[in-house]
């Protein structure tokens, strides 16, 4: 028989569960591994006459500088593991064990749902088609399919638990497909709790609400904490604050607004804001606005307000798109 070195991870499996013993095997097969999995090492057994002491104390203690390495990483990451794995084995050791555990664990269907607290886990997939949730269940570890099995709604538990115990062999290209998708909404997931709430999101709503409704809740949050009002009136864009912006930015947004909105809303604000606007048109365009603003007659303040917020909402998604810059508080000012 050949080294340790120059085995391959199925013979090395199949060389642990002999050192190990018959009872203890088969608990580990009948815990940790698939159908398809127990067959392949059970063969390799199988053609295993004898094997040297020296090749099974070698395993023996690849497998067991592979569980401290896990043990290392479930605690504290990458960077502890190795820093650990470092000071006990040296440099060199420690990235050779690293990567094998790394290529185990990626290799491992479902291994990004591994990690997930199975609390968050449960909410997730608690809507999948049964078959889906009993795949997912088969690969999880005892202890974290017990408790999504518990969390899950009673008539949902022994149906599920009835196709775990009947799924016997699915093929890899389903098994690819699922966690595909599964990862993907995972990661959608992942990114919108870390991004919600905060100051932005607040001011994230009160740039779409109407600006009746904006002064109300600033007016409120202002009593309440001035401190914060004034944060949120930083990162605050009104209509008002078009004149912050550069004449190329102004531009690109006329050319996006209706010009019956931008006359109602031009009739609510100031000159300076208005002389900033019809400087960034043609004379044409600009004289066309000037009439249309004259002759417009009595309008409600809510229509003019109401236009402002579109065009606000305008100027908010060219921003968001890259097309133009907005220069909120704290941020330097944009030079034309």
Do not use: C, W
Request: hydrophobic share 40%; aromatic share 4%.
């Amino acid at each position: 028989m050949p080294a340790a070195s120059k085995l391959n991870g199925l013979q090395k499996t199949a060389i642990l569960l002999i050192t190990l013993g018959a009872d203890i095997s088969g608990s580990i097969l009948k815990s940790y591994f698939h159908n398809d999995d127990i067959e392949k090492i059970t063969q390799q057994i199988a053609m295993m006459d004898s094997v040297p002491r020296d090749v099974q104390e070698e395993v023996l203690m690849e497998f067991s500088e592979m569980l401290q390495a896990r043990e290392f990483l479930m605690i504290g990451g990458m960077d502890y593991a190795k820093e650990m794995l470092r000071k006990a084995l040296g440099d060199q050791k420690a990235k050779s064990i690293l990567e094998k555990v790394q290529l185990t664990i990626k290799n491992k269907p479902f291994s990004a749902l591994r990690k997930t607290d199975p609390r968050h886990l449960v909410t997730f997939i608690r809507d999948e088609h049964p078959q889906v949730i009993a795949l997912i269940l088969n690969y999880l570890s005892p202890d974290q399919a017990a408790l999504i099995l518990s969390a899950l709604n009673p008539e949902q538990q022994s149906d599920i638990a009835r196709r775990v115990a009947l799924t016997d062999r699915v093929s890899p290209e389903m098994i690819r497909e699922v966690e595909g998708i599964l990862e993907r909404k995972l990661s959608v997931l992942e990114h919108s709790e870390q991004t919600t709430g905060g100051v932005k999101a607040l001011v994230d709503v009160l740039n779409r609400v109407d600006r009746s409704t904006e002064k109300t809740i600033l007016e409120e949050l202002e009593i309440t904490d001035p401190a914060l009002t004034e944060e949120v009136r930083k990162l605050l864009f009104v209509f008002e604050d078009i004149v912050k912006l550069p004449d190329s930015s102004i531009q690109r947004v006329l050319r996006e607004v209706d010009p019956k909105d931008l006359a109602k809303a031009m009739r609510g604000t100031n000159e300076d804001v208005q002389e900033r606007i019809f400087k960034n048109m043609s004379k044409r365009a600009s004289d066309m606005l000037r009439d249309e603003i004259r002759y417009m007659g009595p309008i409600r303040l809510r229509d003019v307000e109401d236009s402002q917020q579109k065009i606000v909402q305008i100027i908010r998604r060219l921003d968001e798109a890259g097309e133009i810059v907005i220069a909120r508080g704290g941020e330097d000012a944009v030079i034309s």
